[in-house]
């Protein structure tokens, strides 16, 4: 069955996760592709993010992306046509009001405690911690597993990728908004392929037919991907938009 849609995640797929300009001849490409695939009724690419979703709604604009989105992993869904931001399947009020319990304990801590990890501002539903040294990251771990054992509606996983660490509600994630994205659209998992490098992405694999990353991916998703790119980032991801169009 051929491939109709491709949705990417951002941070080491898309774009570089480093706190630096990007390449512009290369995004500048990426976006072109997109645009042209748009026009010519080709594969429909879509983003599946931990990003949130102002950020997601500029990228879409810029690459000319007019599929739904996935934001916060899996936590928020968002249509730019309807601009209508709604929360994925999984997350409640009380889910989000314990989480929001979390965040403020987070920010009053983290400057006295660890001033080296910085709350990431724009998230409803999910939380994130940026490190300039990852594995520093592990330290913060215990507080919030503590602060979560004493309230009953948040039960969280936490997941690292190369520099954040993202707190998410058990059973939300890219895998679960993903499937709720391709219902309303109406298209079978045979006819979407993901794009993604980081341990996050996992949740993706069965909600599609095909999955690819690019070479800098983790080795966990290189052992199931149906195409791994030799190619890095916004390369990579040329290259396996390239590569589904001539399956």
Same mark, same amino acid.
């Given at each position: 069955?051929?491939?109709?849609?491709?949705?990417?995640?951002?941070?080491?797929?898309?774009?570089?996760? +480093?706190?630096?300009?990007?390449?512009?001849? =290369?995004?500048?490409?990426? !976006? /072109? *592709?997109?645009?042209? @695939?748009?026009?010519?009724?080709?594969?429909?690419?879509?983003?599946?993010?931990?990003?949130?979703?102002?950020?997601?709604?500029?990228?879409?604009?810029?690459?000319?992306?007019?599929?739904?989105?996935?934001?916060?992993?899996?936590?928020?869904?968002?249509?730019?046509?309807?601009?209508?931001?709604?929360?994925?399947?999984?997350?409640?009020?009380?889910?989000v009001r314990a989480l929001g319990k979390l965040k403020a304990m987070l920010l009053e801590r983290l400057p006295q405690e660890f001033p080296d990890i910085i709350y990431q501002a724009g998230k409803e539903a999910q939380l994130s911690l940026y490190c300039?040294?990852? +594995?520093?990251?592990?330290?913060?771990?215990? =507080?919030?597993?503590?602060? !979560? /054992? *004493?309230?009953?509606? @948040?039960?969280?996983?936490?997941?690292?990728?190369?520099?954040?660490?993202?707190?998410?509600?058990?059973?939300?994630?890219?895998?679960?908004?993903?499937?709720?994205?391709?219902?309303?659209l109406g298209i079978p998992r045979q006819s979407a392929a993901f794009l993604g490098d980081s341990s996050g992405d996992l949740t993706a694999r069965d909600a599609v037919g095909v999955f690819t990353c690019p070479s800098n991916a983790a080795d966990g998703?290189?052992?199931?991907?149906?195409?791994?790119?030799?190619?890095?980032?916004?390369?990579?991801?040329?290259?396996?938009?390239?590569?589904?169009?001539?399956?």
């Amino acid at each position: 069955m051929p491939v109709k849609v491709l949705f990417c995640d951002v941070d080491g797929s898309l774009v570089p996760e +480093e706190s630096e300009p990007w390449d512009w001849n =290369l995004f500048a490409r990426l !976006a /072109e *592709t997109i645009r042209r @695939l748009s026009r010519n009724g080709g594969l429909r690419i879509g983003l599946c993010t931990g990003r949130p979703q102002p950020y997601v709604e500029a990228l879409m604009k810029t690459l000319g992306i007019t599929l739904p989105a996935v934001c916060e992993n899996g936590a928020v869904l968002y249509d730019l046509f309807s601009n209508r931001a709604d929360f994925g399947p999984g997350v409640t009020a009380a889910r989000v009001r314990a989480l929001g319990k979390l965040k403020a304990m987070l920010l009053e801590r983290l400057p006295q405690e660890f001033p080296d990890i910085i709350y990431q501002a724009g998230k409803e539903a999910q939380l994130s911690l940026y490190c300039a040294q990852p +594995e520093r990251l592990d330290a913060v771990a215990p =507080l919030i597993r503590a602060f !979560a /054992e *004493t309230e009953p509606d @948040l039960d969280i996983l936490l997941a690292k990728t190369n520099y954040y660490l993202n707190i998410d509600l058990r059973g939300v994630s890219k895998g679960s908004g993903l499937r709720a994205i391709l219902q309303r659209l109406g298209i079978p998992r045979q006819s979407a392929a993901f794009l993604g490098d980081s341990s996050g992405d996992l949740t993706a694999r069965d909600a599609v037919g095909v999955f690819t990353c690019p070479s800098n991916a983790a080795d966990g998703l290189k052992a199931v991907a149906d195409y791994v790119s030799p190619y890095p980032v916004t390369a990579g991801a040329l290259d396996i938009i390239e590569w589904i169009q001539n399956r």
